[in-house]
């Protein structure tokens, strides 16, 4: 069981920036840690993932916008948001999978976090 502990959210105006952290207790590095997010009556949609020893990938939505970073020795992965835009608010969520690293979808992910809440006003 890989347990996900999600801070940092909170309410910023357009433009503004926030940074999301998710935190692992596990001893041992988890394959793949990506962020998810979901707003009232929309799917939940992947964000950015970052698989174990590579390099993150990103959504089309955020590209150039959000930047994940991934400590091995804090057992972390940050979300850096910057430019927020009004339609980035959302529940965001830490997801972890042992088997898979792709956020098109969020099936083979079995472990998630509680959620952490972005508002962006205009």
């Known amino acids: 069981q890989v347990h996900l502990v999600e801070s940092g959210g909170g309410s910023v105006q357009a433009g503004g920036s926030l940074r999301l952290s998710c935190q692992t207790t596990e001893v041992t590095s988890v394959y793949c840690m990506a962020w998810f997010r979901q707003s009232p009556g929309k799917e939940r949609e992947g964000v950015a993932s970052?698989?174990?020893?590579?390099?993150?990938f990103y959504a089309d939505s955020v590209k150039g916008r959000f930047t994940a970073s991934r400590d091995y020795a804090k057992r972390t992965l940050d979300l850096q948001m910057t430019n927020l835009r009004p339609e980035d608010t959302a529940m965001y969520y830490c997801a972890a999978s042992s088997t898979r690293c792709t956020v098109q979808s969020s099936e083979g992910f079995p472990y998630w976090g509680q959620g952490t809440q972005v508002a962006v006003s205009s």
């Open positions: 970052f698989v174990l020893g590579g390099r993150p």
